[in-house]
């Protein structure tokens, strides 16, 4: 930096002519024009009197006089013009002086009210200049601060090399475009911090004289942006690190233009559109705030959809997508409804298994009746004693009672075999029939009547019968079981026909319940030799068919479940109807 004890280029203020009162200058003239009159008018007086004091005036005299009379006249007339033009051009002057002075307090004014704090440096590095708006924000007058320099007042403590790089930086000519960003302290000790902007202050002859810098305090903007900023990165380290691919597109003429994707969208689908307008699901024009389930080639995987529209930064009407990758959850999904399948159809084995003597000895009956038949004929035949009549009557009532035994072979192999959930339009009382004819070859051995009651029109239900036969077979062979000491021997069951769905109720007069509210838990049993997945199982497959279980006690003593199926409308008449070839057949 240069020698401080060079002259400063730059006067102390700008407005040291301005600050000089305005003098009468127009009336000069005018003076010096009476001043003239006055001093003429004597003269010819004094001529006057001359002339009459003398008696006799020569010829040269008077010559000498006419030529003294018109070269005072001639230098009267020369001295009026250039009074007159020195009055013109005062009169200029005055005007130019009350329009600078009028330019200068304008500009005076708006420097003092300007909110920019304007300082100006020498080339030697000292302060020529201070607008109040810097002042105000330094706290500091402008007497303090005019030819001051290094440091100055305001220069934060403990960072005065950071300070003189900054000045350094400032009177070499080399601070960026964009403006330094400073930190300031007040003369109360407060800091802040401002940005400046820097320029060269040239005179009217284009020689610079000095740097004019301007500040602008930016404490307050500085904490909202970098709030804001702290804000989005928490906000984008959110987004970057859901699990969701989350992307936002524009229509435009071209197509759909990406807007904005995460880390997840960009894993599948790159930063291309094409994976938005993949999930789209053929939702495009129709928004709604419901979830679809889409299958995308591109990255073969499932995703869970919903799509939405807001209002983009620019106002333009975008597409919000969120997809969840639901791949996983559809695999365990379809592990899970095997496996229940499975459960399901061990359910039903166990069932047969703890029926097998029942049905054994079911069995045994037509199986009997079949040999005892045919022996009867063939004793007939070797005694000569047949005739066609009675061959045809035994043989006829072998045929039944084998066509009785295969029913029911039939219906125990349909009842076991593993079949995939087919759930159709089919009567609810051939259900019921073909449950009751299951559970009361046990209720026969343990001497309980199975009693059911039907309204008169009876809908159809919509369900899987197999499933649904399980469920009721499960809640009949519970009931007669609880029955097997009661006084009471009837177990009744009972259809009622509410509109939408259809009701089943078994109700038995048993022991009751015990734990009602750990009745559906898995492997919880009140059996002792009981796994505790029946009940389960059981709620499980009406859930599965939008219906409802419950269990209530009976006033009466016992328990009373229900469940509840969707009745199959006039609307689902198109629903698959079982084949006629293949209907279960009655005991």
């Known amino acids: 930096m240069a020698a401080p004890n060079k002259k400063s280029l730059i006067p102390t203020t700008f407005y040291e002519q301005a600050q000089k009162r305005r003098g009468l200058y127009w009336l000069t003239p005018f003076v010096v024009l009476i001043l003239y009159l006055c001093v003429m008018g004597v003269f010819f007086w004094m001529q006057r009197i001359q002339s009459d004091s003398v008696m006799f005036v020569t010829i040269d005299q008077e010559i000498r006089q006419q030529r003294l009379m018109m070269l005072v006249v001639a230098l009267s007339l020369v001295i009026v013009v250039s009074l007159l033009a020195l009055w013109r051009y005062t009169r200029f002057r005055t005007k130019a002086e009350e329009a600078l002075i009028a330019e200068t307090g304008f500009r005076r004014a708006m420097e003092n009210s300007m909110s920019t704090g304007m300082r100006v440096f020498d080339m030697q590095g000292r302060i020529a200049y201070v607008n109040p708006a810097f002042c105000r924000m330094i706290g500091w007058n402008e007497a303090d601060l005019i030819g001051r320099t290094t440091p100055f007042p305001y220069w934060v403590p403990g960072k005065y090399a950071e300070h003189q790089e900054t000045l350094d930086l400032l009177l070499s000519g080399r601070t960026p475009s964009s403006g330094l960003e400073i930190e300031a302290q007040r003369r109360d000790g407060s800091r802040f911090t401002a940005r400046m902007y820097v320029s060269p202050l040239r005179d009217a002859n284009g020689e610079q004289i000095g740097w004019m810098t301007s500040m602008t305090d930016i404490t307050e903007p500085k904490r909202i942006r970098e709030a804001l900023t702290a804000a989005h990165e928490r906000f984008m380290t959110v987004l970057e690190g859901l699990d969701d691919a989350i992307s936002v597109v524009a229509d435009t003429p071209e197509g759909l233009e990406l807007l904005f994707a995460n880390r997840n969208y960009r894993r599948f689908f790159g930063a291309q559109s094409s994976g938005h307008s993949e999930l789209l699901g053929g939702r495009l024009g129709r928004f709604t705030d419901e979830l679809i389930e889409v299958y995308s080639p591109s990255a073969q995987r499932w995703f869970e959809v919903q799509h939405r529209m807001l209002a983009w930064t620019d106002g333009r009407r975008v597409r919000l997508q969120v997809a969840r990758d639901i791949t996983e959850r559809r695999q365990h999904e379809e592990e899970s409804r095997m496996q229940q399948e499975k459960i399901q159809l061990t359910s039903r084995l ?82 019921l029939d073909n449950a009751i004819a299951f559970a009361d070859i046990d209720a026969r051995k343990r001497q309980v009547l199975i009693e ?67 009745l559906f838990e898995p492997f919880y049993s009140t059996k002792s030799e009981g796994l505790g997945m029946g009940l389960n199982i059981c709620r499980t497959i009406i859930e599965s068919h939008h ?29 698959t109807r079982p084949n006629p070839n293949h209907q279960e057949l009655q005991a």
Request: avoid cysteine; charged fraction near 25%.
């Open 452 to 518: 059911k009651t039907l309204p008169d029109t009876l809908p159809d239900v919509l369900a899987d019968p197999i499933l649904i036969e399980q469920v009721l077979l499960n809640l009949l062979k519970n009931g007669v079981e609880a029955m097997e000491h009661s006084e009471y021997r009837t177990l009744h069951v009972v259809l009622t026909d509410q509109s939408s769905v259809l009701e089943f109720a078994v109700i038995d007069r048993g022991h009751g319940l015990k734990d009602p509210e750990r």
């Open 350 to 431: 166990m069932t047969m298994g703890e029926m097998a003597s029942s049905l054994a000895h079911e069995l045994n009956q037509p199986l009997t009746a079949i040999v005892n038949y045919n022996m009867a004929a063939s004793a007939m035949v070797k005694s000569d004693r047949a005739t066609p009549e009675m061959l045809l009557d035994a043989l006829g009532k072998s045929a039944q009672q084998a066509e009785r035994a295969g029913k029911i072979i039939s219906r125990i192999r349909e009842f076991v075999k593993r079949s995939e959930p087919r759930r159709q339009r089919v009567p609810a009382a051939r259900i």
């Open 547 to 575: 219906g409802r279980l419950w269990a209530t006690a009976n006033p009466e003593g016992g328990t009373i479940f229900r469940f509840t199926l969707p009745n199959a409308g006039e609307s689902n008449n198109n629903e």
